[in-house]
């Protein structure tokens, strides 16, 4: 297995279209054009990615961006060894040199000292110099750069420069409407469409409130979640207040809610 | 008559009477009466013991009532509480009469057989004695403190509102009730009966504080999330209450101004329990069950009443009333409620429940249609139809419209003119002539969750009345408010350890205007001034990038360290692994809040200068604006002053979002002084500000120059406990709260009650004329 098999997605996960983002984004991959998805937690934007690699066939390298990430994180750094020190390739020096999509996930929890590497790769020059080993390296042909950012919960430190900004296509996505939803609940979980329409209507009460004491409504993730536990026997109403409505909220006024919510939607 | 009397009495009856020996000829009236009520709840000694105790009473000086109502109250009394009840009612009697309250025996003795139904026991009565003697005592005039001399002014009027005061809060919660009223109107007799007699605002809202149940005011917060969350909708909750309308018992309704609701609900329980208020089942869900047991709480009637009102503000269209007559609008409401409802349920299966619960089920046979106007029972009963699929009715027209109805319902979400016309053939179908009669069944038939669908009717012509054309129309929008509306904040009463709820109302507006080139003239003449401090602040400023070595994970190899480890580890040492360096940017993160009294004694002349302490807190605060402004925290300004608690001021000058312009400079340079101090409600108005701030650090700066004072406090220390209150609270919240003080009085020991107030955290500036400088001196230091 060269390194590029590893880095490949070998079953097609499931991806549920909402309009014609599939068609959109291989025209930008056609034109190797970044691409920025937007959206709140747990709508999709990840299984979309993984979706696009397996389509395309291509490598897929995924970074989870901390604010403790440097750029050395991303690009490499020098490691001590016996007989001196080795450069070691970081994620995006790899995808760079391999021809993968590299995906930043969550792109705005690194610090813009660090977003600001990516800057070179993102327009006409595509390359990405390594100052510290003195290396300029060429992107490979099939690189192509994805970031992902929930403009949600950010405050006004954790938003992307103007700079950075301006190098990307972007995707915004929201959670899916209500018949949709309940079909992607209903088919990544196998249950019918009756149930998983009452949950997505519990989903669609939380978030409602957001903004009013919550900072984000129930994801489809924590939808499949709720599901996932029902089809594993447990009680629908026990499901949702375990997997819906207690990760999410602390504050006994809003957990009081939805338990309502949960209460009058399944009778 | 009193001879008509003797003609065919009973020797029984006689030899009572002369035990009684009491020659009134009212109570001749009625003994006969009384006596037979007497002879059967009591025993032989208590007889004995009630006639004597009425002959006391007779003899007592104060009229015939107090006997009159006793003979005819003990017995009844007596059963619920027991005989033996009577020694201790005696004496606290015997107590009353003693003081100058004689005129309260009459109300008590009124009073006494609803209460004892209430308290049922004589713990409780003992109870209930104890606290009304301590209240007889605290609020008796007396002076020079030995003769008490003037009766309680609020007592008799207590007496007339115990029974209904009881009925919804517990003993312990008349007591506190009491203890506030007391406490806070002993001197002052007019407010005192206004208290007692609940006519005062704060008389009730402190009885609501008592109540047990649900309260709205509670629950706020809970059911405007449920109507977004549930129902995607926003509005305000205005609550009304049920207590002081006995007469015309408001129910919910809604308009533009919000969704009226009641200030509490009990929770709907199996009636027989202790705290029953609930009314009676019927053939309602629950039967089964104990009682007492909660079967919708307090906080789900109060859901119920909002999926009914959110139910019409999405589906009713509001129709024509004027050709339908008054029943046929009745019958309409009815069945346009339920379809609404039904509509609600479609959507939220879960509410079934609760309406089920909450519905009333008139029994079939439960009205007389001889003798009583039958409409709204069998209205009702179709309703119950509707709602409940197992419903008890027989009636094969109560059957056939509530299938004709789920019919119409079936297909799509119906019209509310569809009801209407469901409605005429129902009322043309049942029609009876004695639906006309004036007494109408009204047993089980209010359901209390559904509003007054006001909404649902509109008219073409206003009413048939002639005189109806002068009428005004527009009777809203009278007054335009001005300002924002004022929030209330409660005031710390260090007498009793307690808050008194929504005492102080504070009214924020902008601060007027003034020319903003006085400040930069100001600014300039201590531009020696701000040299100087600009130094200070460039190394105040946050140093960005600082580099922490010795990392075992890092951004970037530390060439020294790393070739230190290197050498260890070729000599054959153990290498530091932490050869690795990282960057952190260290940033200030501080919110400020100053806070300015801007009360009247700010115009008095500062010692040894021409110029006023207002001037120099004007140039003061116009540095210190500046300096923070160059610092980049943010930094708000507000000033304050008061007369009264009606009436706290709290001008706004500089907001978090503001610049440091030329608008916020022409406010400063308007500052005016006047009224006093009460600072404890600015400083609750200005936190909950600084409070929504995301900032590591909070500060309230408080620039004053006296103590907290107010035209309508006596009390000194009140105000000054009440302001020592808000900086623990300030201090809960994570502010932290710092005092500037001005006195001018150069008085030793003046300025002790800045130290009671803000502990440790404040400075007096004694040399008022260095004010300008030690200002941003100050809060540099502060905040380094």
């Given at each position: 297995m060269t390194a590029k098999d590893q880095y490949k997605v070998h079953k097609e996960p499931f991806f549920q279209q909402q309009s014609n983002e599939v068609a959109l984004y291989e025209a930008a991959y056609a034109a190797r054009l970044p691409v920025m998805i937007k959206g709140p937690t747990g709508c999709g934007k990840s299984r979309f990615v993984e979706y696009m690699a397996w389509k395309l066939n291509k490598p897929l390298i995924t970074v989870a961006c901390n604010e403790d990430m440097t750029a050395s994180d991303l690009v490499g750094r020098y490691v001590l060894e016996a007989n001196g020190t080795r450069w070691l390739d970081g994620p995006l020096t790899t995808a760079a040199r391999i021809g993968a999509i590299c995906y930043l996930d969550e792109i705005v929890e690194a610090r813009q000292d660090t977003t600001v590497v990516i800057h070179p790769l993102t327009d006409h020059r595509r390359t990405l110099p390594l100052d510290k080993k003195g290396e300029l390296i060429e992107a490979h042909p099939d690189f192509q750069l994805v970031i992902s950012y929930n403009p949600g919960y950010q405050s006004l430190m954790k938003d992307l420069k103007q700079s950075t900004k301006q190098r990307f296509a972007a995707f915004e996505f929201d959670y899916p409407e209500a018949k949709l939803e309940a079909g992607i609940v209903a088919r990544e979980t196998d249950m019918s469409e009756e149930l998983a329409s009452k949950l997505v209507k519990i989903g669609a009460t939380a978030r409602n409130l957001k903004g009013h004491g919550l900072d984000e409504g129930i994801s489809t993730r924590l939808l499949v979640y709720a599901a996932t536990l029902i089809k594993g026997g447990v009680e629908p109403r026990d499901a949702c207040r375990m997997a819906l409505v207690r990760p999410i909220t602390d504050d006994a006024d809003i957990r009081d809610t939805l338990d309502h919510a949960i209460d009058a939607t399944f009778g | 008559m009193a001879e008509a009397h003797t003609e065919y009495e009973h020797p029984l009856m006689k030899g009572y009477r002369e035990q009684l020996g009491c020659g009134f000829p009212q109570v001749a009236d009625v003994f006969e009466d009384c006596m037979a009520e007497a002879l059967s709840a009591l025993s032989g000694e208590g007889i004995d013991a009630y006639l004597e105790y009425a002959r006391f009473l007779c003899k007592m000086g104060r009229g015939v009532e107090p006997v009159l109502i006793f003979l005819e109250e003990w017995p009844s009394v007596a059963t619920t509480l027991g005989e033996s009840a009577l020694p201790a009612l005696k004496g606290f009697i015997h107590k009353m009469y003693k003081?100058?309250?004689?005129?309260?025996i009459v109300p008590f003795l009124q009073s006494l057989a609803a209460i004892a139904r209430r308290l049922h026991s004589q713990e409780q009565m003992q109870d209930y004695m104890d606290l009304t003697l301590d209240f007889m005592a605290r609020t008796t005039g007396s002076i020079h403190g030995i003769h008490a001399t003037f009766a309680s002014p609020g007592l008799p009027e207590f007496f007339q509102q115990t029974p209904f005061l009881l009925s919804q809060v517990s003993v312990a919660g008349l007591k506190n009730w009491v203890e506030y009223g007391i406490r806070n109107y002993h001197d002052h007799p007019d407010r005192q009966r206004d208290y007692f007699s609940l006519q005062s605002a704060d008389s009730r809202a402190m009885m609501q504080r008592e109540r047990s149940g649900t309260l709205l005011f509670d629950n706020e917060r809970k059911l405007d999330m449920t109507l977004r969350g549930l129902w995607n909708v926003s509005d305000h909750f205005v609550p009304y209450s049920l207590k002081f309308d006995e007469l015309r018992k408001p129910i919910p309704y809604y308009d533009k101004l919000g969704i009226r609701l009641p200030d509490v609900y009990d929770d709907f329980v199996v009636p027989g329990g202790p705290l029953s208020n609930s009314p009676p089942l019927g053939g309602r869900e629950g039967n089964s069950l104990p009682a007492g047991e909660i079967i919708v709480s307090g906080l789900d009637r109060y859901r119920a009443v909002l999926a009914h009102i959110v139910g019409h503000k999405r589906w009713t269209a509001a129709i024509f009333a004027d050709n339908m007559s008054p029943f046929q609008r009745m019958s309409a409401e009815f069945l346009e409620d339920s379809r609404v409802e039904y509509l609600a349920m479609r959507q939220y299966p879960g509410l079934r429940r609760i309406f089920l619960a909450l519905h009333p089920v008139p029994a079939?046979?439960?009205?007389d249609p001889a003798k009583e106007s039958a409409v709204r029972h069998r209205l009702a009963m179709l309703s119950r139809a509707i709602l409940d699929a197992n419903h008890p009715y027989t009636n094969p027209d109560i059957i056939e419209f509530a299938q004709r109805f789920h019919a119409m319902m079936a297909q799509s979400e119906s019209s509310t003119q569809e009801m209407a016309d469901l409605a005429i053939a129902f009322g043309a179908r049942t029609h009876r002539q004695s639906d006309q009669l004036p007494k109408i069944h009204f047993q089980d038939t209010e359901i209390d969750y559904r509003d007054d669908n006001r909404q649902m009717w509109k008219f073409i012509?206003?009413?048939?009345?002639?005189?109806?054309?002068?009428?005004?129309?527009?009777?809203?929008?009278e007054e335009e408010i001005k300002g924002l509306p004022p929030r209330h904040y409660p005031e710390w009463d260090y007498n009793s350890q307690t808050y008194r709820p929504d005492w102080a109302s504070v009214y924020e507006a902008l601060h007027p205007q003034g020319n903003a080139t006085d400040i930069d003239r100001l600014l300039e003449k201590h531009s020696a001034l701000a040299k100087r401090l600009k130094r200070m602040l460039d190394l105040l400023k946050p140093q960005e990038k600082v580099r922490i070595r010795y990392q075992e994970e890092g951004s970037e190899l530390d060439l020294d360290v790393a070739l230190r480890s290197l050498i260890d580890f070729k000599s054959g040492a153990t290498p530091d692994p932490r050869i690795n360096m990282s960057h952190k940017t260290s940033g200030r993160d501080i919110a400020v809040m100053l806070l300015l009294d801007l009360s009247e004694s700010l115009n008095e002349k500062a010692a040894?200068?021409?110029?006023?302490i207002l001037d120099l807190s004007q140039e003061a605060v116009s540095l210190l604006a500046w300096a923070v402004d160059k610092l980049g925290d943010p930094f708000a300004i507000g000033g304050f002053h008061s007369n009264t608690r009606h009436d706290v001021r709290y001008l706004h000058?500089?907001?978090?979002?503001?610049?440091?312009n030329d608008e916020i400079k022409g406010r400063l340079a308007a500052m005016k002084a006047g009224y006093s101090t009460r600072m404890g409600a600015a400083m609750r108005h200005a936190a909950h500000y600084l409070e929504a701030q995301k900032a590591d650090k909070k500060l309230m700066l408080i620039l004053t120059d006296g103590q907290p004072a107010d035209v309508d406090t006596k009390d000194e220390r009140l105000l000054i406990e009440d302001a020592r209150q808000a900086v623990k609270e300030l201090d809960q919240k994570g502010i932290y709260a710092y005092c500037i003080n001005l006195d001018n009085r150069l008085k030793p020991g003046a300025d002790e009650y800045v130290s009671d107030i803000f502990g440790r955290q404040y400075t007096v500036i004694d040399n008022i004329q260095r004010l300008p400088e030690r200002l941003p001196e100050l809060f540099i230091a502060l905040t380094k």
């Open positions: - | 003081s100058p309250n004689g005129k309260a079939e046979d439960a009205c012509e206003e009413g048939d009345e002639e005189e109806a054309f002068d009428q005004n129309r527009k009777v809203e929008l040894g200068s021409e110029q006023t000058i500089k907001g978090y979002s503001e610049q440091w």
